[in-house]
């Protein structure tokens, strides 16, 4: 996805400067909020922080309502960005495999294509009675794979650093290998808690 972005930049600066301050300053202010809330969500409520942590303040009104306007306006964008992909492919199989994906002008084989999913992809995550727990589990999955090993490979790759480094990053790894595998046996325990509850709930 970066490099699909990387590749719409004009240039000159290179794409790839303007990509790495990019990168740097988005990831650097993601790792800032989410650590604040975090720390800020457990000194207010403890092991009692919900899933949604909006869901936890009674008021004020106007300030919940902010913030969800916040996330929603977050996350509309967001959705774009990362569901790029999933467009593409999705409308390059309708241009090729249906008479009308291949008739049908661009603009409006998007407009079907990206509301279907969009609608279908909400729903999905509307009926899901744990949807956070889902969550969790599929970023304790894909953290260390996507986020630790491959880029630490990628980098000695192209810097071949020296053994000592590689050593050193080497324990790294591990280390966020075995956060992610806590992780991972943590949000199994939340979903089975959860169904337990829910099947209460419904023989009740």
Known sequence: MLLEVQ???HEPPAAAHSMRKAVGAGLGLSF???LAVGIAGYLALGSATPGDILTAF?????VVDLANAAVLL??????QVFSQPVFHALECVLRERTGWGAAAPPAALRLVNRCAYVCFTTAVACVMPFFSDII????????????IYIPLKMWVKVYEPPAGAVRA???????????????LL????NIIVDSQHYALLGHT
């Open 32 to 34: 800032a909020f989410y």
């Open 136 to 147: 969790s589990l599929i970023g304790a999955l894909v953290f260390w794979p996507a986020a």
């Open 169 to 183: 990053l080497g324990v790294v790894s591990a280390a966020c290998l075995v956060v992610s595998a806590v992780a």
């Open 186 to 189: 943590g949000s199994v325990q």
């Open 74 to 79: 977050h996350m509309v964008s967001a959705y």
């Open 58 to 62: 009674p008021g004020p009104a106007w």
């Open 7 to 9: 590749h719409t930049l």
